[in-house]
């Protein structure tokens, strides 16, 4: 039970803020995520989870983000992470949404039943780690937040300005501070040791050929890059764009990750020439997609099924050279809206299982521990690479017979340190595929080389009522509304390899439609018909 000091220090602190009428508020695929006017109430609920859910674990550190990644600069929204640097176990999701939707007056009553319903022992000491990206609207939630866990008594720290990988990392280090599994320093600048010491290792032997441009969205990732830039006496010619944090309304507007995947075209400030390789990252710096322009100028995109092909493959190579082969499983992790032509190529040039998950980084992750190495990656530039306990024993403890051998192994031990595992995250994968470029003598032609993408389309419908839309099967098929999926599927087999599918968003009040076929002016047609019958089979109830 929580005391009654606690709950008055609740409810006092609690009348500072504001319940916007009639909002009903849902920890989605990525926290809650919206106008940030809305969300003191909302942060003020998460700070109170925040501490619960860390007296839960027995005072493990606890992460709350304040984001909103690829959205506007108006939106904001905030999350929870995990000790070890997870998403937020599902569980707690709706104990989330029970807070944050609970009455002012009433929050400190449902603040104790919770502590009832989830059984925590309020003696347990709380510890909360946060930060905040580069929103104007970030320093007032964070003084919710901080006013929520003084009210708690929590212990806490506040990191300031990081990426969303940052303080995932910080969160894991703090959980496992001197014991075997230490992930690293807490801190940011052992974030950068880490990638740099590693990614020495990775290079030693090669060399990058040309410049990356890296467009920061304008977000926090820009000036993270630039310190790790600074300590990074690697040959790697970097040139920073977008990386204006001064001018709040520049945020992702008409660059970073999320623009240039969606509208598959460089951000018109990009200076970039004919194969120059680029990269974008998004607002809180945990996606990444590659870019450049052919020789024609064609706008030539390597996205997150891009760089999970690419990973897979060279680790498959390492692993071989290592001799570990046989006592790794690798296998790579896929949502519906990888491409099929992606698919296709893992299956049979990489011969490595798939799986597909639902949409979101945490069904992905959750998959990807099923391999030992698992490599998973959302098609707009979200993953990393996990490792087992078992691949990075098999790693360490094997005796090489040869140079070559040792070589490969000692590469792999310093992926398992370059590649972020607690999170997909920009830098990491970054630094990851510029090592594997360079390993492979590659310019970007050649890694565009490997498959060819199906043209594909993405439509976003809105509709009155998006949780008609059920999906099931990885969220490939709708079991309602009824009669929509025959449809669908009877519009997809008038095209060569069409495929499409509709879902609900987790993040957006819109349903998504994606259409792939042989031809650009399939995908688009196809797209259009499917997003047709969304539309009509969404507004169906109103009209009768
Ligand atoms: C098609 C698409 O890109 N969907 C995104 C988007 O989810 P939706 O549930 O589709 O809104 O935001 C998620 C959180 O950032 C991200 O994980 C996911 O990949
Ligand atoms: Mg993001």
């Not at 009639?22 to 920890?27: A, D, M, S, T």
């Not at 990614?199 to 990058?208: E, L, P, T, Y």
Request: hydrophobic share 40%.
């Amino acid at each position: 039970m929580a005391s009654p000091a606690v709950k008055k220090a609740i409810s006092e602190a609690a009348l500072q803020y504001q319940k916007p009428e009639g909002k009903v508020f849902e920890y989605g695929t990525a926290g809650f995520r919206m106008k940030a006017d809305l969300l003191n109430t909302v942060v003020f609920a998460v700070g109170l989870l925040a501490g619960l859910r860390s007296k839960k674990l027995s005072g493990q550190w606890i992460g709350v983000m304040v984001t909103a990644s690829h959205n506007p600069a108006e939106d904001n929204g905030v999350k929870l992470v995990d000790p070890m640097g997870e998403m937020l176990e599902a569980e707690w999701e709706t104990y989330a949404t029970k807070l944050a939707n609970a009455p002012l007056d009433k929050i400190a009553d449902v603040y104790d039943e919770l502590v009832k319903e989830i059984d925590v022992k309020m003696t347990n000491p709380a510890r909360v780690v946060f930060a905040r990206d580069t929103r104007a609207s970030g320093s007032r939630l964070v003084g919710v937040l901080n006013a929520a866990l003084t009210a708690t008594q929590v212990e806490f720290i506040d990191f300031k300005y990081m990426t969303t990988p940052q303080l995932h990392y910080v969160v894991r280090c703090k959980n496992t501070l001197g014991t075997q599994y230490q992930y690293g320093e807490p801190s940011e600048l052992g974030y950068y040791q880490k990638l740099v010491d590693s990614f020495k290792k990775v290079m030693r032997g090669v060399k990058v050929q040309g410049s990356l441009t890296v467009d920061c969205a304008n977000g926090v990732g820009g000036p993270k890059l630039r310190e790790l830039i600074k300590l990074l006496d690697t040959p790697l010619d970097i040139k920073v764009i977008n990386d204006d944090v001064i001018n709040p309304d520049s945020l992702n507007f008409e660059c970073g990750a999320d623009y240039v995947k969606t509208k598959q075209r460089a951000p018109p400030s990009s200076k970039a020439g004919p194969l120059d390789r680029c990269a974008s990252l998004d607002g809180d710096a945990d996606r990444l997609v590659y870019y450049f322009s052919d020789e024609s100028n064609v706008f030539r995109l390597l996205d997150g099924d891009r760089i999970a092909t690419l990973a897979a493959s060279f680790i498959g190579d390492l692993a071989r050279s290592a001799g570990i082969a046989s006592k790794l499983k690798i296998g790579v992790v896929q949502t519906a809206y990888a491409n099929g032509a992606s698919t296709d190529y893992i299956e049979k040039v990489l011969k490595l299982p798939i799986i597909c998950t639902n949409t979101g980084v945490k069904h992905l992750h959750h998959a990807a521990l099923r391999f030992d190495v698992g490599v998973y990656f959302e098609a707009n530039g979200h993953g990393t690479v996990t490792f087992s306990e078992n691949a990075l024993k098999a790693i360490k403890n094997t005796e090489p017979q040869s140079p070559a051998q040792q070589h490969a192994l000692e590469c792999l031990q310093a992926l398992t340190d370059l590649i972020n595992q607690a999170v997909g995250d920009a830098l990491s994968d970054m630094l990851l595929v510029e090592a594997i470029l360079a390993h492979k003598g590659w310019t970007p032609k050649e890694w565009l080389g490997t498959y060819t993408d199906l043209p594909s389309r993405l439509v976003r419908v809105e509709v009155n009522d998006r949780s008609i839309f059920k999906a099931y099967d990885a969220e490939r098929k709708l079991e309602s509304p009824a009669g929509l999926q025959g449809k669908i599927e009877s519009l997809q087999s008038r095209y060569h390899k069409g495929r499409s599918f509709a879902r609900a968003s987790g993040t957006e009040d819109a349903v998504r439609v994606y259409a792939e076929a042989a031809s650009r002016s399939e995908a688009d047609d196809l797209a259009t018909r499917v997003a047709n019958a969304v539309r009509e089979a969404g507004t169906d109830g109103q009209q009768a």
